[in-house]
């Protein structure tokens, strides 16, 4: 792989289910972002990742949660999905540093009923 | 709060320049991007200002008044496949971006 990936591409969900949005990066980038992106709205960040092992909460964390095992992998879970959540989830990834930008994965596109 | 401010929808000529304007109030400041994106695609960057002035990178320049907090996105030389959302994103005090809610540019023949 060249890049970030995520998985699934889309997902459709019953409310009240638990679901892991898979994010791998190759470029060995040490800060890694989820965002989700909602029409009218600006990307928001639901939690970030600056090295691995370490975690931190963005702007909107709540019903979100993340691990940092290693350099590559960036999983998001939602441990119990609601309708709100349905959105398009990006994740991203940089080289830390102010000016350096981040790169996005295709996104996966999550439908909660 | 933090916002960022953006026109939703904009209308240009194939050809033609098009600008296109963001404004933000964040808790601190550590640059200002300009990503674009494509229906149904993910950003990608375009350009990055720290400092007052303006950055040019062919067709695309971007600029910067860090004390208007005002930035601009200049599109030259207008294409068909510019027609994209343009999302205007600034870095605060704590490393994050903020993200304006972006402006669909669509490029008329």
């Known amino acids: 792989i060249a890049g970030i990936t995520q998985a699934p591409t889309s997902q459709i969900l019953a409310a009240g289910r638990r679901m892991t949005l898979r994010c791998t990066q190759d470029?060995?980038?040490?800060?890694m972002y989820w965002y989700r992106q909602d029409l009218g709205l600006g990307l928001r960040l639901i939690h970030y990742?600056?090295?691995?092992?370490?975690?931190g909460k963005g702007e909107v964390p709540d019903g979100y949660s993340v691990s940092r095992a290693n350099t590559d992998d960036f999983p998001l879970t939602l441990a119990s999905a609601v309708p709100s959540q349905t959105s398009v989830y990006f994740c991203?990834?940089?080289?830390?540093?102010?000016?350096?930008?981040?790169?996005f994965g295709p996104g996966t596109r999550l439908t909660v009923l | 709060g933090q916002n960022i401010d953006q026109p939703t929808e904009m209308t240009a000529t194939e050809g033609a320049i098009v600008q296109i304007n963001c404004t933000y109030q964040?808790?601190?400041?550590?640059?200002l991007f300009w990503y674009q994106q494509h229906a149904g695609e993910a950003p990608t960057f375009l350009s990055y200002?720290?400092l007052d002035g303006l950055e040019e990178k062919g067709r695309f320049s971007s600029f910067l008044s860090r004390s208007k907090g005002y930035s601009y996105l200049l599109l030259k030389e207008l294409q068909m496949k510019d027609s994209a959302s343009y999302l205007c994103?600034?870095?605060?005090?704590?490393?994050?971006?903020?993200w304006g809610a972006g402006t669909k540019l669509i490029i008329k023949p």
């Open positions: 991203a990834s940089s080289v830390a540093g102010e000016s350096n930008e981040q790169f």
């Open positions: 470029m060995r980038h040490n800060a």
């Open positions: 990742s600056n090295t691995a092992g370490t975690t």
């Open positions: 964040t808790s601190g400041f550590n640059g």
């Open positions: 200002n720290v």
């Open positions: 994103a600034v870095k605060n005090s704590n490393y994050q971006l903020i």
